[in-house]
């Protein structure tokens, strides 16, 4: 582990949670932050997926929204109280203002943001995503981002996904996580 990396890990003592709209990278880049500072990575969606062995687009179908969210609810509760790791939500976790709050208090948030364009294509014609299935994908997250764009903006560290170069993103993620905790690479 790099200097870097070392030192944010000495100060992190809380789980590091990625919010924000699909196609942002929450899972690629958490994951790579959880590698790159050897903490434990959960996926609140595959977490949801296991306990019920329902897919998340049967859940919404069979069960509907707010059923998920509250499974959503309940696994991220469980997960914030693991001590510090990395977590990756689904992109609408926030909108439930409890588990939301719970991640403001008990977490170090991070928003990742991406150009529209950009999550249209992360997204791709896959039909996991059941709030983009049948839909037109751009109306549909330029509409979610209207929604949610203010509350993704209450976490604490903002990163622009945009850009093709994921490791140097990660790089911005780090540095970005280095500068909200103090820590400064030792020289
Ligand atoms: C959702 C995002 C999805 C998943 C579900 C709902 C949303 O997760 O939780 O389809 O409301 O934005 P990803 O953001 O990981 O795609």
Same mark, same amino acid.
């Given at each position: 582990?790099?200097?870097?990396?070392?030192?944010?890990?000495?100060?992190?003592?809380?789980?590091?949670?990625? @919010?924000?709209?699909?196609?942002?990278?929450?899972?690629?880049?958490?994951?790579?932050?959880?590698?790159?500072?050897?903490?434990? %990575?959960?996926?609140?969606?595959?977490?949801?997926?296991?306990?019920?062995?329902?897919?998340?687009?049967? *859940?919404?179908?069979?069960?509907?929204?707010? $059923? %998920?969210?509250?499974?959503?609810?309940?696994?991220?509760?469980? !997960?914030?109280?693991?001590?510090?790791? &990395? *977590?990756? +939500?689904?992109?609408?976790?926030?909108?439930?203002? =409890?588990?939301?709050?719970?991640?403001?208090?008990?977490?170090?948030? *991070?928003? !990742?943001?991406?150009?529209?364009? &950009?999550?249209? $294509?992360?997204?791709? =014609?896959?039909?996991? =995503?059941?709030? #983009?299935?049948?839909?037109?994908?751009?109306?549909? /997250?330029?509409? !979610?981002?209207?929604? =949610?764009?203010?509350?993704?903006?209450?976490?604490? @560290?903002?990163?622009?996904?945009?850009?093709?170069? +994921?490791?140097?993103?990660?790089?911005? #993620?780090?540095?970005? /996580?280095?500068?909200? /905790?103090?820590?400064?690479?030792?020289?």
């Amino acid at each position: 582990m790099n200097a870097l990396c070392s030192r944010i890990k000495e100060s992190v003592n809380r789980p590091v949670v990625m @919010i924000g709209l699909m196609g942002a990278g929450k899972t690629r880049l958490g994951g790579m932050l959880a590698k790159a500072l050897s903490l434990p %990575f959960a996926d609140s969606d595959k977490e949801i997926e296991r306990a019920s062995n329902l897919t998340v687009s049967e *859940i919404f179908e069979k069960l509907g929204e707010p $059923r %998920f969210r509250e499974m959503e609810e309940k696994v991220l509760t469980r !997960l914030l109280s693991n001590g510090p790791c &990395v *977590i990756a +939500t689904g992109g609408g976790a926030v909108m439930n203002e =409890r588990t939301a709050q719970k991640i403001w208090d008990e977490a170090i948030s *991070i928003w !990742l943001n991406a150009d529209i364009d &950009v999550l249209v $294509r992360r997204c791709g =014609r896959n039909n996991k =995503r059941p709030l #983009l299935a049948g839909a037109n994908r751009a109306d549909m /997250l330029k509409s !979610l981002m209207d929604v =949610r764009g203010a509350v993704y903006g209450r976490a604490d @560290i903002t990163v622009d996904t945009s850009g093709p170069d +994921t490791e140097a993103t990660f790089q911005t #993620l780090l540095q970005s /996580l280095a500068n909200h /905790l103090g820590v400064r690479e030792s020289l």
